[in-house]
Nanobody, 126 residues
Framework: DVQLQASGGGLVQAGESLRLSCSAS????????IGWFRQAPGKEREGVSH????????YYADSVKGQFTISSDNAKRTVYLQMRSLKPEDTAVYYC???????????????????WGQGTLSPVSS
Protein backbone atom coordinates (compact mmCIF):
# COMPACT_ATOMS: atom_id res chain seq x y z
CA ASP A 1 0.00 0.00 0.00
CA VAL A 2 1.11 3.54 -0.74
CA GLN A 3 1.54 5.43 2.49
CA LEU A 4 2.66 8.97 3.25
CA GLN A 5 2.99 9.87 6.88
CA ALA A 6 3.32 13.55 7.77
CA SER A 7 4.51 14.54 11.22
CA GLY A 8 6.15 17.35 13.13
CA GLY A 9 3.36 19.86 13.33
CA GLY A 10 2.53 21.68 16.50
CA LEU A 11 1.82 25.03 18.06
CA VAL A 12 4.63 27.58 17.76
CA GLN A 13 4.93 31.29 18.28
CA ALA A 14 5.53 33.79 15.52
CA GLY A 15 9.18 33.94 14.56
CA GLU A 16 9.91 30.37 15.58
CA SER A 17 10.86 27.44 13.37
CA LEU A 18 9.34 24.03 12.78
CA ARG A 19 10.40 21.02 10.74
CA LEU A 20 7.84 18.75 9.17
CA SER A 21 8.62 15.20 8.03
CA CYS A 22 6.97 13.06 5.40
CA SER A 23 7.81 9.36 5.39
CA ALA A 24 6.89 7.49 2.22
CA SER A 25 6.41 3.81 1.53
CA UNK A 26 4.77 1.50 -0.96
CA UNK A 27 6.14 3.07 -4.15
CA UNK A 28 9.45 3.80 -5.80
CA UNK A 29 10.78 6.87 -4.02
CA UNK A 30 13.22 7.58 -6.84
CA UNK A 31 10.59 7.64 -9.56
CA UNK A 32 8.35 10.37 -8.19
CA UNK A 33 8.33 13.71 -6.47
CA ILE A 34 7.12 14.60 -3.02
CA GLY A 35 5.25 17.78 -2.34
CA TRP A 36 4.05 19.77 0.63
CA PHE A 37 0.70 21.49 0.50
CA ARG A 38 -1.21 23.47 3.08
CA GLN A 39 -4.75 24.45 3.76
CA ALA A 40 -5.43 27.41 5.99
CA PRO A 41 -8.79 27.83 7.72
CA GLY A 42 -11.40 28.92 5.22
CA LYS A 43 -9.01 28.73 2.28
CA GLU A 44 -8.28 26.31 -0.52
CA ARG A 45 -5.37 23.93 -0.38
CA GLU A 46 -2.24 25.38 -1.97
CA GLY A 47 1.07 23.98 -3.07
CA VAL A 48 4.02 24.99 -0.91
CA SER A 49 7.09 23.11 -2.11
CA HIS A 50 8.05 20.09 -4.20
CA UNK A 51 11.16 17.98 -4.54
CA UNK A 52 12.32 15.14 -6.74
CA UNK A 53 14.48 13.05 -4.42
CA UNK A 54 16.45 11.42 -7.22
CA UNK A 55 18.11 14.67 -8.28
CA UNK A 56 17.16 17.14 -5.55
CA UNK A 57 15.33 19.45 -7.91
CA UNK A 58 13.01 21.74 -5.96
CA TYR A 59 10.11 24.12 -6.37
CA TYR A 60 8.82 26.75 -3.93
CA ALA A 61 5.68 28.81 -4.00
CA ASP A 62 6.46 32.52 -4.05
CA SER A 63 4.86 32.92 -0.64
CA VAL A 64 7.48 30.72 1.05
CA LYS A 65 10.65 31.36 -0.96
CA GLY A 66 13.51 32.14 1.37
CA GLN A 67 11.48 31.07 4.39
CA PHE A 68 10.93 27.33 3.83
CA THR A 69 13.47 24.72 2.75
CA ILE A 70 12.58 21.29 1.39
CA SER A 71 15.03 18.40 1.51
CA SER A 72 15.06 14.64 1.30
CA ASP A 73 16.84 11.76 2.96
CA ASN A 74 16.57 9.06 0.32
CA ALA A 75 17.89 6.31 2.56
CA LYS A 76 15.07 7.02 5.01
CA ARG A 77 12.53 7.70 2.24
CA THR A 78 11.68 10.90 4.07
CA VAL A 79 11.17 14.46 2.89
CA TYR A 80 11.49 17.38 5.26
CA LEU A 81 10.07 20.87 5.22
CA GLN A 82 12.06 23.28 7.36
CA MET A 83 9.93 26.31 8.13
CA ARG A 84 11.57 29.40 9.59
CA SER A 85 10.36 32.77 10.83
CA LEU A 86 6.84 31.48 11.00
CA LYS A 87 3.97 33.93 10.84
CA PRO A 88 0.36 33.58 11.91
CA GLU A 89 -0.61 33.43 8.24
CA ASP A 90 1.43 30.20 7.95
CA THR A 91 -1.12 28.54 10.20
CA ALA A 92 -2.55 25.62 8.25
CA VAL A 93 -2.90 21.90 8.04
CA TYR A 94 0.14 20.73 6.11
CA TYR A 95 -0.12 17.70 3.85
CA CYS A 96 2.47 15.78 1.93
CA UNK A 97 1.75 14.03 -1.33
CA UNK A 98 3.42 11.84 -3.91
CA UNK A 99 3.77 13.72 -7.17
CA UNK A 100 4.10 12.68 -10.76
CA UNK A 101 4.47 14.34 -14.15
CA UNK A 102 1.59 14.69 -16.56
CA UNK A 103 3.90 14.66 -19.54
CA UNK A 104 7.52 14.50 -20.65
CA UNK A 105 8.00 18.26 -20.45
CA UNK A 106 6.80 18.61 -16.88
CA UNK A 107 9.20 19.92 -14.29
CA UNK A 108 9.01 19.37 -10.56
CA UNK A 109 7.12 22.63 -10.29
CA UNK A 110 4.25 21.28 -12.38
CA UNK A 111 4.08 17.74 -11.03
CA UNK A 112 0.63 16.75 -9.80
CA UNK A 113 -0.30 14.82 -6.63
CA UNK A 114 -1.51 11.25 -7.00
CA UNK A 115 -1.45 10.10 -3.37
CA TRP A 116 -1.93 12.03 -0.16
CA GLY A 117 -0.87 11.61 3.40
CA GLN A 118 -2.86 12.76 6.37
CA GLY A 119 -2.37 16.36 7.43
CA THR A 120 -0.42 17.74 10.34
CA LEU A 121 -1.71 20.88 12.00
CA SER A 122 0.75 23.71 12.48
CA PRO A 123 -0.79 26.70 14.24
CA VAL A 124 1.33 29.82 14.67
CA SER A 125 0.35 32.18 17.45
CA SER A 126 1.06 35.90 17.30
Amino acid sequence: DVQLQASGGGLVQAGESLRLSCSASGFSFADYGIGWFRQAPGKEREGVSHITPIDGDTYYADSVKGQFTISSDNAKRTVYLQMRSLKPEDTAVYYCAALGPNGPDDTVATYRPWAWGQGTLSPVSS
